[in-house]
């Protein structure tokens, strides 16, 4: 019943910006964790962003603090992911993940947004 679906990927040059967007339905997400992972190709999936409660904390990876950051809309069941100073190394598929506050894993997600960076 829950559906996590991204969207706003496409092609920018290096220094460019982009902005990610994670539709979610199926239920009220106001108390789950949410974040953002992604996966180059030939590469593992790697953890980029998390936010927690609608009023929570936020976590970036080291390699996008400062450039990245991670927002998200209670009210419209959206969660976004800004994307500054964009480098080659950003080309990955970029996924949503929810977890419940009962579970300490990402139990949903989505179907991933390509995002590539050109230099």
């Known amino acids: 019943q829950v559906q996590l679906v991204e969207s706003g990927g496409g092609l920018v040059q290096a220094g460019g910006s982009l902005r990610l967007s994670c539709a979610a339905s199926g239920g009220t997400f106001s108390n789950y964790a949410m974040g953002w992972f992604r996966q180059a190709p030939g590469k593992e999936r790697e953890f980029v962003a998390a936010?927690?409660?609608?009023?929570?904390?936020?976590i970036y990876a080291d390699s996008v603090k400062g450039r990245f950051t991670i927002s998200r809309d209670n009210a419209l069941n959206t969660m976004y992911l800004q994307m500054n100073s964009l480098k080659p190394d950003d080309t990955a598929v970029y996924y949503c993940?929810?977890?419940?506050?009962?579970?300490?894993?990402?139990?949903?997600w989505g179907q991933g947004t390509q995002v590539t960076v050109s230099s």
């Open positions: 936010i927690r409660w609608s009023a929570g904390t936020t």
């Open positions: 993940a929810a977890g419940p506050p009962w579970s300490t894993e990402y139990e949903y």
